[in-house]
Structures are given as C-alpha cells and as structure tokens.
C-alpha cells in the first residue's frame, strides 16, 4: 500500500489528500440549492484571469526557393504586418474621400454667370460687326455727335423754360397770366403736332425723282421716319398734280397705280415732295446717312434732291377727329 502511494507521487510520500467536494450519498450531487456547479472551481480557490483572446500571431514562414525559383517577400512582409497589427493596434484602413455637395446657391451663381458671359459675348459680337457705324465716314459722325449735343442743349433750355413758367405758375396773381398764356403756347404745339394748324419756320424740301423703278411707297415712309428721327416738327407732302396732304402720326403709304401714291387715301403722282420744318443741317444729315434714303433710292436709279429753305411752309391741314365719346370738360 506504501509503496503504491509513493509511486503515484514520485517523491516518496503519499499525494496529500485536497479538500473534497461535498456530495450526495452514493456519490450524487450534492443537493443544497446553495451548493456550486460541479463543474465551476471552488470559490475558495484563487481565479485566474483569463488571457486577452486577440489574433492569432502568425510567424511569416519563408520558404527557401529551389534553384531558379523566386521568393515572394512581399507575402513575408504581409504576414509580418498583420502580426505587428495583432501585437499593437489594428491598422486603420483608409476610407473614401469626402464628396462635396452641391447647393442650389451654387447652381444659381454658376448659371448667372454664364448668362452674363452669354450678353457680353454678343453685345461685343453686334458691336463690332455693325455695318452702319463700320460704314460711316469720320465728318459724318462728328456731324452726328454734333446734333446729339445741339439736341441736349435744346432739350436743356426746354426744362429750363419749363421750370421758369411752373415758378410763375405758382407766384400769386402773375399766375392766372402765366397759365393762360402756357395753355396756349401749348395748344399751338399740340395742333401744329395734330396737323389741324398751320406751321412756318426753317426747313428742307426733299424732292424724289424716279428712275428706271418707281419710287416705292416704302421708301417715301423711311424718309418720314428719318426726318422724324431728325427733329422734324411739321411734314407735309405734295405731288406733280399739286395735290398735297398734312403728314403726322397716324398718316399711312401705300403704292397706287401707274407709279402713284396714295396717302390716307388720297391719291399722288410723282415727282413727290416733302416739305419739312426742323433743323436743316441735322435733317440732312440724316438723310445721308450711308445705307440711308439717299443711298436706297439711288440703288433703285432714282434721284433725291435736298434744299434747304429758310422759311418752310407748311399749309396743309388735317381734318380733326370727330369724338364720339370725349368731351372737352370747361
């Protein structure tokens, strides 16, 4: 029996028996609720704390290459990284760049900026490919410029008047005085505008001869639409059989037979003349103009003969407007 019990231990001694765990009869678990898991450690006996789990470390394994073979390193390399990363920290890998987002004040800004980039480019483009301006002489533009400045100055003593006759207008008895002779200036103006009075001042005659075509009815309107664009205050046109009728705003041309025309209808035979009151040297101008009406009825192998008058008359006279609704109100 000793020398069983010295066998099991080695030593000599026998094993010493270890605290036993309390049981059942007939070697059955033990009952009491209190009692612990068979298979969990005794609470007496100190817990060891368990190791940190964490990947496997993984030594790279190299093989030695036969003869004539190569060795991968870069598998090495891999296997060495992704043991230091077991070791230590993981190595964090690199994620997408960021996008940026667009905003609808983005959006906005882009297109305003191209539609500005848009209306340069042609304002540029039609600035620089104007035939008209291309085509003017040097004298005629500076005539031009000149009228412009004629035009403002007349235009500033216009305001300085009516400044001068609303400070009347307003200064006590002188302005019933004042008012009643403004009205009539006024009325002046309006029925030399509305052709119903007669008008004289400086002017030009411009006289249209035809040629191998007819003078248009189209042509007589650009000249009208000149000379108004000119400064021409009152317009009257006349034929060879004498036959004259008022121009204003609403008088229309139209072509008639055999080379006439008819102007509110009233029929004309040519040579036609207009008569115009306004600043000659500007009106002639005008007409001048390269690509003008001079030009368009010489093309057509006509003639346009401009004089200038001192004293226009202009005597034709439009029939008023009979209202059917309006009356003037005392």
Request: glycine residues 12%.
């Amino acid at each position: 029996m000793s020398s069983d019990e010295h066998t099991e231990t080695g030593t000599g001694w026998p094993q010493p028996a270890g605290p036993g765990r309390p049981s059942g009869p007939a070697g059955e678990p033990d009952p009491r609720p209190e009692a612990p898991d068979p298979d969990e450690l005794s609470p007496l006996a100190p817990q060891r704390s368990a190791p940190p789990v964490g990947p496997p470390v993984r030594e790279p394994s190299v093989q030695e290459p036969d003869d004539g073979a190569t060795v991968d390193l870069s598998q090495a390399a891999a296997g060495g990284e992704a043991a230091a990363g077991g070791a230590g920290e993981r190595p964090v890998a690199a994620g997408p760049a960021p996008r940026r987002r667009v905003t609808s004040a983005g959006v906005m800004i882009a297109a305003l900026l191209a539609l500005l980039g848009f209306t340069l480019v042609v304002q540029l483009k039609t600035t620089s490919t104007d035939p008209t301006v291309a085509a003017t002489r040097q004298e005629d533009l500076v005539r031009i410029l000149y009228d412009l400045n004629s035009r403002e100055v007349r235009l500033r003593q216009d305001i300085a008047t009516l400044e001068e006759s609303q400070r009347q207008l307003r200064s006590g008895q002188q302005g019933r005085q004042a008012a009643l002779e403004e009205a009539t200036r006024r009325a002046d103006e309006l029925g030399i505008l509305a052709g119903t009075l007669p008008a004289t001042g400086p002017g030009l005659a411009v006289r249209f001869e035809a040629g191998e075509k007819s003078i248009s009815a189209s042509r007589v309107l650009d000249a009208v639409q000149e000379l108004r664009g000119a400064g021409a205050e009152a317009m009257q046109i006349s034929g060879g059989d004498r036959a004259t009728v008022r121009i204003i705003a609403s008088t229309f041309f139209l072509d008639g037979e055999g080379g006439s025309l008819v102007v509110d209808g009233r029929r004309l035979t040519g040579p036609f003349t207009i008569t115009v009151i306004g600043d000659p040297a500007t009106m002639r101008t005008a007409l001048n103009i390269p690509g003008g009406v001079v030009a368009s009825v010489t093309g057509d192998g006509g003639k346009l003969i401009v004089e200038d008058r001192e004293a226009a008359e202009v005597s034709a006279l439009h029939a008023p407007i009979k209202l059917e609704h309006a009356r003037p109100v005392s």
